[in-house]
């Protein structure tokens, strides 16, 4: 056998020998080799009884022990999603008495109508009140009574009074209908948490609370230097954009999303699992950034209060 002349590589020389270089005793494993070790070492450990028992044993003692510190911290600082039951927090369920169907009676003689005899403070679905949708329904019996002859030689009494009837049956049946439209009872959990939401509105927005709450102290005008505080700027329309608004906004959609994963099958629900973890942190910083600013005010007492947010909605940190 010829001997093998090592050739450099730089000349540009092909190796003439075709026997491969054994390979050093200190050379390292291909990645490959490395790879199958590994799952070769995994193969083993989960075959083996007893290493899977001291996983199990591991897993459920955190599990546990991770119960444990949920549960002293609920006892501590409160539930950090629901807060403490309040009757305000109660009212989200059924949208503050609205999911009922408005009662629509006629009159004894037929002369005026359809009468809505459900209160005003009812909200409807479609941003409607009972005083509108009863106006409307009025009008569109005006628009549909049959024309009488003004020649009263010609007409006929009988076709008149079966007309009559027909136009009232028919009313009374579109306005059966639309009043089911209209009605939160009917409407779907999206339309339910709008009319929720302007109920905070009116609860919480400042263009209501400045007319009962105290504001907050000013500042010393010492303190400034003599430079006097810059005057606002006046509010037009409501109320939408501040921090108790938000907060009150953020409850009401978090009791949706809580309420939705204890039902059967919400634990597989991770989306909306991560959104009502998106939304509780959201309405942590919220409430932290209002309570430096209030101090214990009337606006913060009154939105803690009403809302059942106890501290664990706000200190510490949140994890669910």
């Known amino acids: 056998m010829p001997p093998r002349i090592p050739v450099p590589s730089r000349y540009g020389v092909s190796n003439l020998c075709f026997r491969p270089a054994p390979p050093s005793s200190n050379a390292r494993l291909h990645i490959t080799a490395v790879a199958n070790a590994a799952t070769l070492a995994q193969r083993r450990m989960h075959k083996d009884p007893y290493a899977l028992a001291q996983a199990k044993q591991r897993k459920d003692a955190n599990l546990s022990r ?17 807060g403490i039951t309040t009757p305000f927090l109660e009212s989200f369920d059924d949208v503050g008495g609205s999911m009922v169907i408005v009662d629509a009676n006629s009159t004894s003689d037929g ?7 459900t209160a005003d403070n009812i909200l409807l679905n479609h941003f409607l009140k009972p005083s509108e949708l009863e106006a409307s329904i009025k009008h569109s019996q005006a628009l549909t009574e049959p024309i009488v002859d003004k020649v ?22 579109a306005t059966t209908a639309m009043v089911r439209i209209v009605s939160l009872a009917n409407a779907s959990q999206k339309d339910r948490t709008r009319a929720n939401v302007r109920r905070c509105v009116e609860t919480f927005g400042r263009h209501n609370t400045d007319q009962t709450l105290r504001p907050r102290l000013q500042p010393n005008p010492s303190t400034l230097g003599g430079v006097p505080l810059p005057e606002k700027t006046p509010r037009a329309g409501p109320d939408t954009g501040s921090s108790e608004v938000q907060i009150a906004i953020l409850t009401a959609k978090i009791r949706v999303l ?17 959104n009502l973890r998106v939304m509780v942190h959201k309405r942590q ?28 909605t706000w200190q510490g940190e949140i994890s669910l």
């Open 285 to 312: 910083k919220l409430l932290r950034y209002l309570r430096s600013k209030e101090r214990g005010g009337d606006r913060w007492q009154h939105l803690v209060n009403t809302l059942g947010l106890s501290e664990g």
């Open 111 to 117: 002369s005026e109508g359809i009468k809505i005899t």
């Open 66 to 82: 991770r119960a444990e510190l949920q549960e002293e911290r609920k006892k501590a600082l409160g539930d950090p999603v629901r």
């Open 258 to 274: 809580a309420n939705q994963l204890e039902m059967k099958g919400g634990k597989k629900d991770k989306i909306n699992k991560r």
């Open 152 to 173: 009263r030689d010609a007409a006929d009494p009988v076709l008149e009074a079966a007309a009559k009837k027909e136009q009232e049956e028919a009313h009374a049946r």
